[in-house]
Structure formats: C-alpha cells, structure tokens
C-alpha cells in the first residue's frame, strides 16, 4: 500500500459532520482513497508539505459542457455592448462541432479538462449537447466518457436548424434513436426546459424516455425566465435542476420537501448579464444548493470555480462555507455520488492544497489564482 501524507495543514475542510474543520492536521491517502486525519507530523512513503496553509476537498464541478468546437467570443463581445443571451447561440456550435473531427473534438475537451484540474476540480460532470445529430452526439458522449464517469446526454439541448419548426419530430429523434446511441455511453440524461428550446411536455418525454433507458435525470430550468422546469424537475425525481436563477415561491416549496438538489451556476448569470438567483432564500427555506461552472462556449466560459465561489458570497449571498461546502459536498449530491466532495476516511482521495490560510481567500482574493496544488485520487494532478 503507497501512503501520501499531506502534512502540515494549517486549516483542513473534511466536510465531514464529525470532524468538520480540522487545525494542525495531516491528511492520509493510501491506494488512493483518504484513509485518515491526524495530526501534523504524520508518516508516509510521501510527504507533501502544505507549510501552514489550507486543504479544501477537490471541487466536484457538476454541470459543465466541454465537448465543443468553435469559438463565440464576438457573441460574448455583443452581449458586453447591449445585445440579449438567447438559447439559439448553441447552433453556432453545433456546427462547429459538427465540423470537428473526433480526434479535434478530444483534444480539445481533455486541454479544457486539465484547465479545470488546475483550477482544483477534481472531478467533473460533462454534458453532449452541441452535436444535435445521432452521430455527433454520440462521438459527444464518447469523448467525455473518456474523461470522466459522470456523462449526460444532452441531445434536447435546442431544436437544430434543419428542425425548424418541426420540434415534435426532433424529440421523437432524441427519444428515439439518438437516445439508443448515446444511452450506452452515458449515466445521465438533461433536457434545456426553456422558451426557445423545450417545452414542459416536450421536456418530460425527453425525461421520461431517458428513464426507460435507465438514465438519471438531469434539467437546465429557469434561466431565462420563470417557468416550468424546477417543478418538472422536482416531479419526475431529477437529480438536480440547473440554473435556478429565477425561482418563484412554489418553485423553492418544492425544492424544499424533494431529493432534487438547486445547482446555481453564477458565472452564466454574470457572462450573461442576468440577475443572480436569490440562494438566499432558497437555502434558508431548505433547498440543497450547488455551485457548477457550467463551461461552455456561450454563456459561461471558464473553469475558475473559485470565480463561482466570489459571485455566490458577494452577489446570491451565500456565506463563504456555503459557497465551497455547495461547490464540493452540494457538487457530489448534485451528482448522487458519496464517494467525492469530502475528506471523510474511505472517500476518493481528492484534495486540493490552497496558497492562502483559508478557504476565505478564494473569494477575498478575487481573480488571483490560489490553487497551488491538486491533488486526484492520491496523485499529484494539474
Ligand atoms: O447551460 N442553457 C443551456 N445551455 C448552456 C448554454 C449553451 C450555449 O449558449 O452554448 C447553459 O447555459
């Protein structure tokens, strides 16, 4: 058995209900799993010195869409100078990655996954989405299944173009064949449940055959506007529904008494100009928040959740233990996972080393890269 030893922790988060917040401590990970915590000074076969500053979980980033070729950085340009965000913005992607190769398509995705793992996100969720066709999504789904064991099938992302005006025959192709596609490949199915790509009961024949096919559920609700997609989410047992930026009272009473956790995703709310979602009141009604950085090429390109991390303190209000206890522990529930988002002995053995006394500094330092080491599964990472 290898033993590393990250020793000399000022300030450890466990995320652990007995420990909590651990001072003067040493973290063990033998065969790549937390075996336990002890006291600064532990022994190992490898000794990582973290000189008196702060260990938090790797962050579990549950909501991103890194299979994509193209670029949109004018949209993103138009948008600074007053033009609105609409979902139609994905077809200019869908025919980028059309375009693309898979071998472009790979390459791609695994630089934006080693970003992320350098920004301390240890474990990430991807999404298909940006294909539209059974081909291309199903390459979509393969690539990310390369990359992480958290794949959904996004193929009711928006109605592609040569669908317009024919959203029924394209759900019956999402329901249908691509869904037999993609299935394999992927653990998880998510419907974008919005004006402009999917209705309510288009969007719960999305779920619904995803189930048959035995998938989890997934929902992007609520983002552009009120609508149905918390509620639907919340019917149908989804995992998570993401977004959540406008959340009505009926919308938080059911969050509050379900299983499906609300996934805040701020950096979007800030690249698109919207309002931020009032965290506020959901949690302090009951909801079971995360925070993902939802990268992707329109509404939300980076992979910095200590980004995430600042919006949610300053602008939803979270207080700074929420933010990260919701980008790590809320991150894994998001996903149903136990085994990720905590340092409790026995979970995965993802830790990452922060160049700063506390965890405070990912949002009191803004901007400034505070990741000095990233640590999955035991190894050294990023
Ligand atoms: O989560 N909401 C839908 N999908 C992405 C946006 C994708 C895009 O604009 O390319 C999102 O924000």
Redesign the pocket.
């Known amino acids: 058995m290898s033993a590393l030893v990250i020793d000399n922790i000022g300030l450890l988060v466990t995320n652990d209900p007995e420990r909590g917040q651990v001072r003067d401590a040493a973290l063990v990970i033998e065969d790549g799993r937390v075996s336990a915590i002890e006291r600064t000074g532990a022994a190992g076969d490898e000794r990582l010195d973290a000189g008196g500053r702060c260990v938090i979980p790797g962050f579990v980033d549950s909501?991103t869409?890194l299979v994509f070729a193209g670029d949109?950085g004018d949209e993103f340009a138009a948008r600074m100078a007053g033009a609105p965000?609409a979902?139609g913005?994905?077809r200019v992607?869908t025919e980028a990655t059309r375009a693309a190769s898979r071998e472009q398509l790979r390459e791609l995705a695994a630089a934006r996954r080693a970003e992320a793992l350098r920004a301390g996100i240890t474990h990430l969720e991807i999404k298909s989405?940006?294909g539209l066709d059974v081909d291309t999504e199903r390459r979509s789904c393969e690539v990310a299944a390369e990359l992480t064991d958290d794949v959904t099938f996004l193929g009711a992302?928006v109605v592609p173009a040569e669908y317009e005006g024919r959203a029924g025959d394209y759900v019956d192709l999402v329901c249908g064949d691509m869904l037999a596609a993609c299935a394999p490949h992927a653990k998880w199915i998510d419907v974008?449940c919005?004006e402009g790509?999917f209705d309510e009961e288009q969007s719960r024949r999305v779920l619904a055959a995803g189930r048959d096919a035995g998938l989890g559920l997934r929902v992007?609700g609520n983002?552009l506007g009120p609508g149905p997609g918390v509620r639907l989410a919340v019917e149908m047992g989804a995992a998570s529904v993401?977004?959540c930026t406008y959340l009505e009272d009926a919308d938080i009473d059911a969050l509050a008494g379900s299983d499906t956790v609300a996934t805040f995703?701020p950096a979007?709310d800030f690249s698109t100009r919207q309002p931020y979602p009032d965290a506020r009141r959901a949690i302090d009604a009951g909801v079971a928040p995360a925070i993902a950085t939802?990268c992707?090429?329109?509404?939300?390109y980076t992979t910095s959740m200590a980004f995430c991390l600042a919006l949610a303190v300053r602008d939803m209000h979270m207080t700074m233990e929420e933010a990260l206890t919701a980008a790590t522990l809320g991150g894994a529930r998001a996903l149903r996972r136990d085994d990720i988002g905590h340092l409790s002995p026995g979970a995965r053995g993802d830790a990452v080393v922060l160049d700063a006394p506390s965890y405070s500094h990912l949002v009191y330092r803004p901007g400034v890269p505070l990741v000095a080491a990233t640590i999955a599964g035991g190894s050294a990472a990023g």
């Open positions: 909501h869409h949109r965000y979902a913005g994905i992607t989405g940006y992302h974008f919005e790509a992007h983002q993401d977004h995703l979007t939802n992707n090429p329109g509404s939300s």
